[in-house]
């Protein structure tokens, strides 16, 4: 009976624990050769939910071609952005090139990446006096840089100062411990 403890080549990468929306990243992966012979290797990574950046726009795949010495590792980068929020989702892949010669080795893995929402990036009040004759008009803009698809326009009117701390009675009072 024979235990198999290493491949001949391995595919270690070295990712974050999570991206959030609009990140660009680059994936570090380890290629190592532990067979005693230089090898020939196809490296690659398939994504969803992230976009690849090479040369060609809205490429989910990509590859190299890299030749490592007996005994030897080394690293390939592979840059990234995300594309909506959600899961990320990463194939990467390496194999030898099939001869005569020598046996074909390969090694891959999957991981998943949460892919988080912006947290607000803009927030204010405006607060003041009127009489009953008087009228107030507040313009609202909206900002240049605005993801459409997050956040909210929220309003709230209140005879008092005091309606911008709700939230903050509200924790208090909800709070679990005396």
């Known amino acids: 009976m024979s ?6 080549i391995m595919i270690r990468p070295s990712l974050p624990r999570f991206l959030n929306y609009g990140d660009t990243a680059h994936f570090s992966v380890i290629l190592q050769n532990q067979t005693d012979q230089s090898l020939l290797l196809h490296a690659g990574l398939r994504a969803t939910n992230a976009k690849l950046l090479t040369s060609q726009t809205n490429q989910q795949a990509v590859g190299y071609y890299i030749v490592i010495q007996p005994s030897k590792r080394a690293a390939l980068r592979f840059p ?41 990036s803009e927030a204010f009040a405006t607060y003041g006096d009127i009489c009953d004759e008087q009228a107030v008009l507040q313009p609202i803009k909206i900002p240049n840089n605005v993801l459409a698809q997050f956040g909210e326009v929220s309003i709230t009117t209140s005879s008092t100062a005091l309606a911008s701390l709700t939230d903050a009675i509200i924790s208090l009072y909800t709070y679990p411990y005396e």
């Open 3 to 8: 235990f198999t403890v290493q491949l001949p």
């Open 80 to 120: 990234v952005t995300t594309i909506h929020s959600g899961i990320a989702r990463f194939q990467f892949v390496v194999s030898t090139t099939k001869n005569e010669t020598c046996a074909s080795f390969d090694d891959a893995i999957e991981l998943s990446l949460p892919i988080f929402t912006p947290a607000t």
